[in-house]
């Protein structure tokens, strides 16, 4: 297995080259954007780690399938989705142009203003909303080391103008519950978790795995765990999501930090880490060696 990935990352590595690092965070523009790593934990135990799978990174996006866990737990299906929406759309990932047409709601909770939404549905203070989802992503990984980057969520927290508009919108159409100044900065700082590819690969098997926790909940793990896979296929990796789906056939969740995370149902979860991005804002070469593994393990779902 050691040797397939090894040759999936080879033949893609040439893509970081016609990627850029995000730097409309100004510590983002810092990563080295030749790092690459790919990591598989499956079902019966089994891990494979290759390239740069250790190196620590910012969750950024990806966090938000920890917090669409966390609003389904606290608050349910019917009342989560009457806030934000499940449908895909094809307008970038930080858009807000449909937001203030007539009483519209975000359309999915991968996309920034559905993500906002979701986070203030977390229940807790603003210290206990993110002291929840990191304890969530540390019990997920059984990684107790993880914590934040401090410098990637204070750049977050100072250009974030856009999130910051889409935020004030929202809370004057009613979307938005709370004060908005400590709900942004739980999304900012959930973003500036740090993992790696190899924590992503846990994260994508707990989810294949159907979420096993003993938890108090107003959803049921197997209906989460379905909601999510859902979300991810036809949301996951903004508005390119229908063609990787097409082409790739995983359910993923990508990041601006340079991450993917993939699964398939009962049996793997998937993480990749190369910081290049493409113009939709997902990783080139993650893209790549998603089109590669989906192939060579005959993993597309469709």
Known sequence: MEKILEKIIHDNRDLINKGHVADYIPALSKVNPNYIGLSIADIDGNIYNVGDCNVKF?????????????????NGEDFLFTKVGYEPTDE????????????????NPMINSGAIVTTSLIKGSKEEKFSRLIELIRFITENPDINYNEEVYLSEKSTGHKNRAMAYLMKSKGLLNGDVEDILDTYFKQCSIEVTAA???KIGLFVARRCPMNIDSKIGNERMASIITAIM??????????????????????????????LIPS???????????????????????????SRELNLNIF
């Open 92 to 107: 970038p990932f930080n858009t807000l142009y449909k937001l203030d047409f007539n009483k519209n709601k975000p359309a």
């Open 58 to 74: 910012t969750i950024q996006s990806i966090s938000k399938i920890i917090a669409l866990m966390l609003a389904l737990i606290d």
């Open 267 to 293: 049996k793997l979860g998937i993480g990749v880490f190369s910081p290049a991005l493409d113009k939709f804002g997902n990783s080139i070469a993650g893209y790549g060696i998603m089109k590669d593994l």
């Open 233 to 262: 296929t036809t949301c996951g990796m903004y508005d390119f999501s229908g063609q990787y789906a097409a082409t790739v056939g995983i359910p993923s969740k990508s990041g601006v930090g340079g991450g993917i995370l993939g």
């Open 199 to 201: 924590d992503l690969a």
